[in-house]
């Protein structure tokens, strides 16, 4: 496991974590250590937390709780990417949640937290003009028109438009214009967090499947 620092304030610190454990890595057990919000970058593997089992893929997010043990297994695939955030309780506190009802878990891939995760993973490796300061601390839409980024990540997700019909319905005058827009802020192409957006799973079928000796 490779962990880098990309940010360390007060109230939170970023890191960039890349495990390389395969099928045959005998899992072991781990614990949180601070209350965090992990973004799944790449890389598929499961779970495990407070008796349930999670499966978590390209999009998702682990939610990780101060003193809880975990387990993960790479049962498929070797090695995935994650962007964790770590989180002072008083940023909790300042944002309306509660510590007490912060929960360890797993939970699938959402369009516009998938646009502030590839945006703060763009920003991690360099590919964005934005500083982690300015991703952590203000919404993507925030960098481009709010409404026109939401709507496109929805219908991105969810349906089976094509990205040129997309960047028309959501206020794009052109599709070039949309596509480097939404790469800016994103640090993916429309496409790209569109295969994401569900889960890539037709991308893991196809690594799984047996591949022809030549």
């Not at 992990?38 to 978590?56: D, P, S, W």
């Not at 809880?68 to 964790?84: I, V």
Request: glycine fraction near 10%.
């Amino acid at each position: 496991m490779r962990a880098s620092t990309i940010l360390e304030r007060e109230s939170i610190q970023v890191t960039d974590f890349r495990c390389d454990a395969g099928p045959e890595d005998a899992p072991f057990v781990e614990q949180h250590r601070a209350f965090s919000v992990a973004y799944v970058r790449k890389g598929t593997f499961c779970y495990r937390t407070r008796g349930e089992a999670f499966e978590l893929v390209a999009g998702s997010l682990l939610i990780g709780h101060p003193g809880d043990e975990y387990m993960c297994s790479h049962e498929h695939l070797r090695g995935d990417e994650c962007l964790s955030f770590k989180l002072a309780p008083a940023l909790l506190e300042s944002m309306g949640l509660s510590p007490e009802g912060w929960r360890s878990g797993g939970v699938p891939p959402l369009p516009e937290l998938m646009v502030l995760g590839e945006l703060a993973q763009a920003t991690a490796e360099g590919s964005s003009d934005l500083g982690m300061d300015k991703v952590v601390g203000v919404t993507p839409h925030q960098y481009v028109p709010r409404s026109r980024l939401r709507h496109a990540a929805r219908l991105l997700a969810d349906d089976s438009r094509s990205i040129t019909d997309v960047a028309f319905d959501v206020g794009f005058g052109d599709l070039s214009n949309f596509v480097r827009t939404f790469h800016r802020a994103a640090g993916v192409s429309p496409g790209r967090f569109r295969q994401a957006a569900r889960g890539e799973r037709n991308f893991l079928q196809e690594r799984l499947a047996p591949r022809p000796v030549r």
